[in-house]
């Protein structure tokens, strides 16, 4: 098939399957990984200790309860509120992540890309 061809194929099957809404997937490789893409969707996930999460898109509004392993938060305008985590990484911008508590006494380790993103702790 030429590249041509090839690219016209593509298009029409990435065409046919309409915009890309939130979904929330298992990963195989890990435990009970979410990830969530999209844009304008409010969803609710459960974590556990050894949960991966990666929000990807924009103005999401996601919360997130009970202790996610680390949380990772990708585009602009996206609203994430986290009970408990280990890490939270935030690329992007215009992204809030509120979080209540790290795991045990320590707080999460945090790391901030982009511009106007925050990360503050729930009181």
Request: aromatic fraction near 2%.
């Amino acid at each position: 098939m030429n590249k041509k061809l090839g690219a016209a194929v593509f298009m029409m099957v990435a065409c046919a399957f309409g915009p890309m809404t939130a979904v929330a997937q298992d990963d195989a490789e890990g435990a009970g990984d979410i990830d969530i893409t999209g844009s304008g969707e409010t969803s609710t996930h459960e974590c556990t200790p050894e949960t991966k999460v990666e929000v990807t898109g924009a103005s999401n509004t996601v919360t997130l309860t009970g202790e996610c392993k680390s949380v990772s938060v990708t585009g602009t305008g996206n609203k994430v509120k986290v009970e408990a985590t280990r890490a939270i990484e935030v690329t992007g911008s215009s992204n809030s992540v509120t979080w209540k508590r790290g795991h045990g006494k320590s707080k999460p380790k945090i790391s901030r890309t982009g511009m106007d993103n925050k990360v503050t702790q729930e009181k």
